[in-house]
């Protein structure tokens, strides 16, 4: 096996534990978010698409006849947790949530760039192909919290100067 070929199956392994990472780390946001429909039902639609994600990383592991990585997965897992325990903790958790999830979602991004590169490198354009896919995803989910950060930020802050208990959900 090449040592590009090696790098690749690493580089999905770390995808997928990415994946899994933002799938607990999404679910955890969630259910904290009640009074923020449109941040929530969007949240909602990612978590699909995340799973749908990992899935699919994981069909291409599978194919390349690799594994995902139990360890990495696990430790992405518990790094979400953690996470998610300490926005509840936070009185702006909302707007903590969305910092971390559009700057998580950017890393995704250079993630997938890099692994569509590698892919197309090592002549594995159905890997390309996924990624590519996960790829758009992300950028249409990022692009969505760009655009709605200032609405999420101006609701919070109405809500803070009101009550600030509606504010923290």
Same mark, same amino acid.
């Given at each position: @096996? *090449?040592? !590009?070929?090696?790098?690749?199956?690493?580089?999905?392994?770390?995808?997928?534990?990415?994946?899994?990472?933002?799938?607990?780390?999404?679910?955890?946001?969630?259910?904290?978010?009640?009074?923020?429909?449109? +941040?929530?039902?969007?949240?909602?639609?990612?978590?699909?698409?995340? $799973?749908?994600?990992?899935?699919?990383? $994981? *069909?291409?592991? /599978?194919?390349?006849?690799?594994? *995902?990585?139990?360890?990495?997965?696990?430790?992405? $897992? +518990?790094?979400? @947790?953690?996470?998610?325990?300490?926005?509840? &903790?936070?009185? /702006?958790?909302? @707007?903590?949530?969305?910092?971390?999830?559009?700057? &998580? =979602?950017?890393?995704?991004?250079? !993630?997938?760039?890099?692994?569509?590169? #590698?892919?197309?490198?090592?002549?594995?354009?159905?890997?390309?192909?996924?990624? =590519?896919?996960? +790829?758009?995803? =992300?950028?249409? @989910?990022?692009?969505?919290? $760009?655009?709605?950060?200032?609405?999420?930020?101006?609701? &919070?802050?109405?809500? #803070? /100067?009101?009550?600030? /208990?509606?504010?923290?959900?």
């Amino acid at each position: @096996m *090449s040592e !590009s070929r090696e790098w690749l199956i690493q580089w999905l392994r770390d995808a997928h534990a990415m994946e899994e990472q933002a799938e607990t780390m999404l679910s955890g946001q969630l259910g904290r978010l009640e009074s923020y429909p449109e +941040l929530s039902e969007r949240i909602r639609a990612h978590l699909a698409e995340t $799973k749908e994600q990992a899935r699919r990383l $994981k *069909s291409c592991l /599978d194919g390349l006849e690799e594994g *995902s990585s139990t360890l990495k997965d696990a430790g992405g $897992k +518990l790094t979400a @947790m953690a996470q998610s325990i300490s926005g509840v &903790f936070a009185g /702006d958790e909302v @707007m903590k949530g969305s910092l971390a999830s559009y700057t &998580f =979602e950017h890393m995704e991004i250079a !993630s997938y760039t890099i692994l569509m590169a #590698a892919a197309e490198t090592v002549g594995e354009a159905e890997v390309a192909r996924v990624c =590519e896919q996960n +790829l758009r995803e =992300e950028e249409a @989910m990022a692009e969505w919290l $760009k655009n709605n950060l200032p609405e999420v930020t101006e609701t &919070f802050l109405a809500r #803070a /100067d009101a009550d600030s /208990d509606s504010a923290k959900r």
